[in-house]
C-alpha cells in the first residue's frame, strides 16, 4: 500500500508525522517552561522578601548605631541622623508588606511587626533621645546614658523585633525550599519528556528514512541498469515498472523513449545509406575540380537538400568555367596598364621628391628667420622692460632719498635738542655738586656738635647716659650721611663726565649728519638727470619694438606657410609612393591571376 501512494504523499506523510510529535513535544516543553518560569519567579519574590526583611534589619541597627552614638557625644548630627533613619523605617515596612500582599500570614506577621516598630521607636527611642537632650553638654551625661534600664540590661523590645523578622525571614525561606523542590521536579519531568521525545523523533525519522529510501532507490536502480544496458549498445533493454507512483510513470515514459529511440536509428541508417551514395557521386565531381579539371558533371538530382546542392554545384561550375574566360582575357589588359602606370607613378615620385626636398630648405631657412625675429623681440621686450624698470627704481629712489633728506634734517633738529637737554643736565648736576658741599659741611658740623655732646655726658656722668647714646647715634648718622654725600659725589662727577662725552660725541653726530644730507641731495640731483635721460629712451624703444612685433608677425606667417606646403608636399610623395607600391602589387596579381587560371581545363 505505501508503495503505490505518490512520492509527494509519501514525503507529506513521514515528515507530517514528525512533525506532529515535535509539535506535541513543543507544547509538552512549553508548559513546562512556562511552570519553570512560574516558579522562578516565586523564588525571585521570596529572595525579594527577605531582601526587604535584611534591609529593615539594617535601617534598625541604623537607627541603634546613630541613637547610641548621639548618646555618647551629644553630637546634633547624629541626632539628626536618628530622627531621618527612624522616618525612613515606615517606607521600608511599606515595601515589605507591598511584597508579601499574596501571603496572608506574612501579612498578618508583617503588621505586627509594624506596631512593634512603632512602639520600640516611640517609647524607647524617642524617650531616650529627648533624655539625653535635657541631659545636654554635663559631665558624665553619657555615663548617665549608659546606666539607664534600656542601654544597661538586655533591650527586650528590639530582641523580640528581630527574633520576629527571624521568623517572617524562615518562613520565607521554608516556602523557596518548597518551590525550589517543585522546581527540580518540573526540571525532571521535562527532561524525562524531552529524552523520551527526542528518542521517538529519531526512531520515527530512521523508519521514515528507511521506507523513503526502499520506495525511492529500487525504482531508480531499475532504471539506472537499464540506462546502462542502452548505453552499452543494446538497444533493446527495457526498464520494469515496480510501482504506481511519479517514478512508475518515468519508468514507462523511459521505455516509450527507448523504443522510440530504436525505431529512430534504424530509420536513420536507410537514409544515411542512400545520403552516402550521393556524396560519393558529388565528392568525385568536386575532386576533379578541386585538380584543376572543371569539364565534370554533376548526375545527382531531387529535392532533397543533397539534389539541391548537387543543382547549386552545377550552376557554380558553370558560372566557374565563364568567369575563369574573362578573368584570362582581362589578366592580360591588367598588365599593359600596370606596366604604362607604374612608370608614370615613378616619374611622379622622383618630381614629387624633389619638390619636398625644395620645401624641406625653403621651411628650415624661414624658420630661422623667424627664430632670430623671435629672439631679436624678446631682447627688445626685455630691454624694454629693463628701461621701465630702471624708471621706476630711479623714481622710487628718488623719493626715498627726499624721505631721507627730510629724515636727516628732524635728526639735526632732535640732535640740537637733545645738546640743549644734556647742557641743562650738565648745569643741574653743578647745582647738585653745591648742595652736596652744603651736605658734607653740615654732616661735619653735626659729627662736631656729637663729639662735644658726649664730652657734656661724659661730665655729666649717669644723668648724662642717655643723652651720650643719642650723640653716638647722631655722629654715626653723620659719618653715614659724610659717607653717603661722597658717594654721591663720585656718581655726580661721573655723569659729567658722561655728559661732556655725549655733548662732544652728539656734536659729531650732527656734523656727519649735516654732511650727509649734502651728499644725499648731490645724489638726488644726479639721480633726476638719469631718470630723464631713461625716460627719453622709452618711446623710442616703443617704436622699435613695434617694427619688431611686426616682422615676427610676418616671419611665423610665411613659417606655418611653408610648413603647411611642405605637409602637402609630403603627402603628395607618400601618395605617390603609395600609388606606385599599389601598381607594383596590381602587376604581381595580374601575373599570379594569369598563372593561377591557366591551371584550369575549362573546354567541355
Keep these: 500500500m505505501f508503495k503505490d501512494l505518490s512520492i509527494k504523499k509519501k514525503l507529506y506523510l513521514s515528515f507530517g508525522a514528525i512533525l506532529a510529535i515535535i509539535l506535541v513535544l513543543l507544547s509538552i516543553a512549553y508548559n513546562r517552561f512556562n511552570s519553570l518560569s512560574e516558579a522562578n519567579g516565586w523564588d525571585r519574590h521570596t529572595m525579594e522578601v527577605i531582601q526587604a526583611i535584611d534591609n529593615l534589619r539594617l535601617d534598625l541597627l541604623q537607627v541603634q548605631v546613630e541613637a547610641r552614638g548621639y548618646y555618647l557625644t551629644g553630637n546634633q548630627t547624629r541626632l539628626e541622623r536618628t530622627h531621618k533613619e527612624l522616618a525612613d523605617l515606615p517606607a521600608t515596612i511599606g515595601i515589605l508588606q507591598k511584597l508579601t500582599s499574596d501571603n496572608p500570614n506574612q501579612v498578618a506577621r508583617f503588621k505586627k511587626l509594624e506596631g512593634m516598630i512603632n512602639t520600640w521607636a516611640n517609647d524607647i527611642i524617642a524617650s531616650q533621645l529627648k533624655m539625653r537632650q535635657e541631659l545636654g553638654d554635663k559631665v558624665g551625661a553619657a555615663d548617665a546614658m549608659g546606666r539607664t ?88 533493454a527495457r526498464a520494469e515498472v515496480l510501482s504506481a507512483d511519479e517514478l512508475g510513470n518515468v519508468t514507462v515514459e523511459f521505455n516509450r523513449m527507448a523504443q522510440a529511440i530504436q525505431d529512430n536509428q534504424a530509420r536513420e541508417l536507410a537514409e544515411t545509406n542512400l545520403l552516402k551514395s550521393k556524396v560519393d557521386s558529388l565528392l568525385g565531381v568536386v575532386s576533379k575540380a578541386a585538380s584543376g579539371d572543371l569539364t565534370g558533371k554533376v548526375e545527382v538530382s531531387g529535392s532533397d537538400a543533397i539534389g539541391q546542392l548537387a543543382h547549386g554545384l552545377d550552376r557554380m561550375f558553370e558560372n566557374l568555367r565563364a568567369l575563369l574566360n574573362n578573368i584570362q582575357k582581362a589578366g592580360i589588359q591588367v598588365t599593359t596598364s600596370a606596366t604604362e602606370i607604374a612608370a608614370s607613378a615613378k616619374q611622379q615620385e622622383a618630381t614629387g621628391i624633389e619638390q619636398a626636398q625644395t620645401s624641406v630648405e625653403i621651411l628650415s631657412t624661414t624658420k630661422e628667420i623667424s627664430a632670430n625675429t623671435s629672439q631679436l623681440l624678446k631682447t627688445m621686450e626685455d ?106 659725589e663720585q656718581m655726580l662727577k661721573e655723569m659729567q663726565s658722561a655728559v661732556s662725552a655725549s655733548v662732544m660725541g652728539m656734536d659729531k653726530f650732527s656734523e656727519e649728519i649735516r654732511r650727509s644730507v649734502g651728499e644725499v641731495r648731490q645724489v638726488t640731483d644726479q639721480l633726476s638727470g638719469v631718470m630723464d635721460q631713461v625716460q627719453k629712451l622709452a618711446p623710442q624703444f616703443d617704436v622699435v619694438l613695434q617694427g619688431m612685433q611686426s616682422q615676427a608677425v610676418g616671419a611665423q606667417q610665411i613659417s606655418e606657410t611653408m610648413m603647411q606646403l611642405n605637409d602637402a608636399t609630403q603627402q603628395t610623395v607618400e601618395s605617390l609612393k603609395a600609388t606606385s607600391e599599389a601598381v607594383h602589387q596590381l602587376q604581381y596579381a595580374a601575373g599570379d591571376l594569369q598563372t593561377s587560371v591557366a591551371n584550369f581545363a575549362v573546354a567541355v
Excluded at 526512531?203 to 520506495?215: D, P, Y
Design 149 to 236: 534600664p534600656q542601654l544597661a540590661g538586655v533591650n527586650t523590645a528590639s530582641s523580640e523585633i528581630y527574633k520576629f523578622m527571624a521568623e517572617a525571614t524562615a518562613e520565607e525561606r521554608k516556602l523557596l525550599a518548597e518551590r525550589s523542590t517543585a522546581s527540580d521536579r518540573l526540571q525532571e519531568t521535562m527532561r524525562m519528556v524531552l529524552i523520551a521525545g527526542g528518542g521517538a523523533c529519531v526512531a520515527l525519522s530512521a523508519i521514515v528514512a528507511w521506507l523513503l529510501v526502499r520506495s525511492l532507490l529500487a525504482p531508480l536502480n531499475n532504471l539506472t541498469y537499464a540506462v546502462g544496458k542502452i548505453a552499452a549498445g543494446e538497444q533493446s
Design 383 to 488: 630691454a624694454t622692460a629693463v628701461a621701465d624698470y630702471t624708471t621706476n627704481a630711479t623714481a622710487d629712489a628718488q623719493n626715498n632719498l627726499r624721505r631721507m633728506d627730510s629724515t636727516m634734517q628732524h635728526m639735526v633738529t632732535a640732535t640740537d635738542s637733545i645738546n640743549a637737554k644734556l647742557a641743562a643736565l650738565s648745569e643741574k648736576a653743578s647745582n647738585i655738586n653745591s648742595v652736596l658741599i652744603t651736605i658734607t659741611k653740615v654732616a661735619d658740623q653735626t659729627n662736631i656738635l656729637s663729639l662735644n655732646a658726649a664730652i657734656e655726658a661724659e661730665k655729666a656722668g649717669e644723668a648724662g647716659r642717655g643723652f651720650s647714646v643719642v650723640a653716638t647715634e647722631i655722629r654715626r648718622l653723620a659719618d653715614q650721611t659724610s659717607v653717603s654725600t661722597w658717594d654721591i
